[in-house]
């Protein structure tokens, strides 16, 4: 039965992460596409800044719920269909978690629902890796909010706690839990991180260019 839980691992996550709160909610409200808005990114940041406030808080809701709930999901699959305790370190199956944190964020970057053409993963990320290890969760968060604090940047906020997340994953598995699994682990959390920085290649350039938008500069 385990193969099941496999399959539930791949499809579950991805779906769940490609419901796109900020399109649905962008459409709603003013009847547009959010990815032809602003940054044309259809996420958070740009729903923040193209649509406004309220529309924002209803996407950091629904974005970080999916991929919470889907790494739940798939943890019960494996708990009470496979029989396998994927949150126990010593089993070494807490891999199948770190992909399900994998496949949320490709679902949410590169969804089916609107031709393969999403976010950034950022969020679906962050409250993924808090179901996964409130810990790192912590940690990327903190990170996070120090450089956002510092330059205003969001996008460089979200690069540098993605690439610390493989690092703290490392960290964790190797010297605390002594997860034998340590090693696709942390491979893993770099594709997590690289996928999310990839996504944003176009913010790096405008960093790089110093015409990056700061937080609370409104699109044009």
Excluded: Q
């Excluded at 009470?80 to 199948?96: E, F, R």
């Excluded at 696709?184 to 990056?212: D, M, P, Q, W, Y």
């Amino acid at each position: 039965m385990i193969w099941i839980c496999y399959a539930i691992m791949i499809l579950v996550p991805y779906l769940m992460g490609g419901i796109n709160t900020s399109i649905i909610v962008t459409k709603i409200i003013t009847g547009k596409d959010i990815r032809t808005m602003g940054s044309n990114n259809a996420g958070l940041t740009n729903t923040l800044r193209s649509v406004g406030k309220k529309a924002a808080l209803i996407v950091l809701i629904g974005d970080a719920f999916k991929a919470a709930i889907g790494l739940l999901l798939v943890r019960l699959a494996f708990l009470y269909i496979g029989g396998v305790d994927t949150t126990n370190p010593a089993l070494g199956m807490n891999w199948a978690e770190v992909f399900t944190v994998f496949m949320a964020i490709v679902g949410h970057c590169l969804p089916v629902y609107y031709g393969f053409k999403g976010g950034k993963g950022v969020l679906a990320a962050i409250s993924a890796i808090f179901v996964l290890d409130w810990r790192i969760g912590f940690i990327l968060i903190g990170i996070f909010a120090v450089i956002v604090a510092i330059t205003r940047y969001v996008s460089l906020g979200s690069c540098i706690s993605s690439a610390v997340f493989c690092i703290a994953m490392f960290c964790f598995d190797f010297f605390i839990d002594h997860d034998p699994a340590f090693i696709i682990n942390t491979i893993l959390a770099a594709f997590c991180g690289g996928l999310i920085i990839v996504r944003h290649k176009e913010n790096i350039k405008r960093l790089a260019s110093h015409c990056e938008k700061k937080l609370g500069e409104k699109a044009k």
